[in-house]
């Protein structure tokens, strides 16, 4: 059963661009996560967001956690090459119980 | 400071065939886990472990087997290969700590022909 939802699945944007990934359940989650993976690699954390409704800001990329705690976005304003790669959302009930979203793959063209 | 080793990197197994995936952590972290992951759907929780001596399982257990005899080590088992466990595998590692973040090894490549 996947809990978490993303979507798009699959994302080709030119250099310069923004773009907002999406992160939904219908559960209630204590934390979300959002990692970015690249090809060979594990998972690598990027931000990890607790509160309704906090939102955190990491250079380009803005995370913004739902007031319910259900779901969540990545916006990436004027994305670069170097965003390429696999974006995955996990929800954290507490301790040791994460759940991941299905992926996010974006590619940025020069 | 290694992290989280996984090895093999690359395997290709026949079909009935065993092996053991390991997995060694340098950081002193309880809790370990195993996930495997597949086009379209992201990663799915096969064992974890607490602590030494102690397992359980995730979402996708069947066909593999896990122990936890020391805090570094957390080796995961395929008894008897299926063309359904070809997949990418990976151990993360976890302190503690409340909403803490995983910390990932670079995966393992399994072809089950």
């Known amino acids: 059963t996947q809990l978490l939802e993303q979507s798009p699945q699959f994302l080709s944007i030119q250099e310069g661009e923004n773009l907002t990934v999406y992160c939904n359940s219908s559960?209630?989650?204590?934390?979300l996560q959002w990692y970015r993976q690249e090809p060979g690699e594990g998972p690598v954390l990027l931000v990890t967001?607790?509160?309704?409704?906090e939102v955190k800001k990491l250079k380009r990329l803005t995370f913004q956690f739902g007031d319910a705690r259900k779901d969540s976005s990545l916006h990436i304003t004027a994305a670069q090459p170097g965003d390429t790669g696999l974006y995955l959302c996990?929800?954290?009930?507490?301790?040791?119980?994460?759940?991941f979203g299905t992926g996010t793959k974006l590619q940025v063209i020069p | 400071n290694a992290g989280v080793t996984q090895t093999p990197k690359f395997q290709v197994l026949k079909t009935g065939q065993s092996m053991t995936l390991q997995c060694a952590q340098d950081m002193n972290h309880e809790y370990m886990s195993w996930y495997r992951q597949d086009p379209g759907m992201g990663l799915r929780l096969i064992h974890y472990s607490v602590g030494a001596g102690i397992t359980d399982q995730g979402e996708v257990p069947n066909g593999y087997n896990v122990s936890r005899s020391t805090t570094e080590d957390f080796p995961l088992r395929l008894l008897s290969a299926a063309p359904s466990q070809t997949s990418v595998y990976f151990c993360a590692t976890q302190p503690d700590r409340r909403d803490s973040p995983l910390h990932f090894g670079n995966g393992t490549r399994l072809t089950v022909t």
């Open positions: 967001v607790v509160t309704g409704g």
């Open positions: 996990a929800g954290g009930r507490g301790y040791q119980k994460v759940t």
């Open positions: 559960s209630v989650f204590s934390s």
